[in-house]
């Protein structure tokens, strides 16, 4: 099983900061890493797909970098309305899916 | 705009089994491409996955729960079905179905759907 490992477990950031959450994989996944975000009370929302490929209609702030074992998903100007849980995902490990441990993102 | 919605009893004893439906709209389960799949999440924690069915009924379960586990497909219907038996407390968690690209991600999901397991 591929673990992937999320830092910080928890942020606590000021509107229009920038954020940074990791993603670690266990072994190399090249690209299939994915990013969702999960609001309180919410189904988690698709938000970068293969890393770095940009889902439509999610605000252009959120952007996704790294292959093989480290992934990075960064939120640019972090507005309110962005306070969530972020998970990472990886599909590599067919078929077995595993996800991050998550990041809660606390707005300041 | 696909659709996923769960439904099922919210509250099962011990030792029974959990049964959840997960309807589809606004897409076929039976158009292929898609894995069709159950998450769950136990109260304040990670996402788990349980498994998936192809629209074929070819099906891949979590090893560490497949000894319990049987997902099946209704494409008439356009519903997919999760069956987990004995379950225990540590089942108690947020269900959800959701749709997988076949080796990428999960794009869309359900609302989900509570679970407690007790007597």
């Known amino acids: 099983e591929i673990v992937l490992t999320q830092s910080p477990d928890f942020q606590s950031v000021t509107p229009k900061e920038k954020v940074t959450i990791t993603c670690r994989a266990s072994?190399?996944?090249?690209?299939?890493l994915h990013w969702y975000q999960q609001k309180p009370d919410q189904s988690p929302k698709l938000l970068i797909k293969?890393?770095?490929q940009s889902i439509s209609g999610v605000p252009s702030r959120f952007s996704g970098s790294g292959s093989g074992t480290d992934f990075t998903l960064t939120i640019n100007s972090l507005e309110a309305e962005d306070a969530a849980t972020y998970y990472c995902h990886q599909s590599s490990s067919l078929p077995h899916p595993t996800f991050g441990g998550g990041t809660k993102v606390e707005i300041k | 705009q696909v659709q996923l919605q769960e439904s099922g009893p919210g509250l099962v004893k011990p030792s029974q089994t959990l049964s959840l439906t997960c309807t589809v709209s606004?897409?076929?389960?039976?158009?292929?491409?898609?894995?069709w799949s159950w998450i769950r999440q136990h109260p304040g924690k990670g996402l788990e996955w349980i498994g998936y069915i192809y629209y074929s009924g070819s099906t891949y379960y979590n090893p560490s729960l497949k000894s319990r586990v049987t997902i099946s497909v209704d494409t008439s219907k356009n519903q997919f079905s999760l069956k987990l038996s004995s379950v225990t407390a540590a089942d108690t968690a947020v269900y959800y179905c959701?749709?997988?690209?076949?080796?990428?991600?999960?794009?869309?999901w359900g609302q989900g759907t509570l679970v407690t397991v007790s007597s």
């Open positions: 293969y890393a770095s």
């Open positions: 959701a749709r997988r690209i076949l080796t990428g991600s999960f794009d869309y």
């Open positions: 072994q190399s996944i090249g690209s299939s």
């Open positions: 606004g897409g076929s389960i039976s158009s292929g491409g898609y894995y």
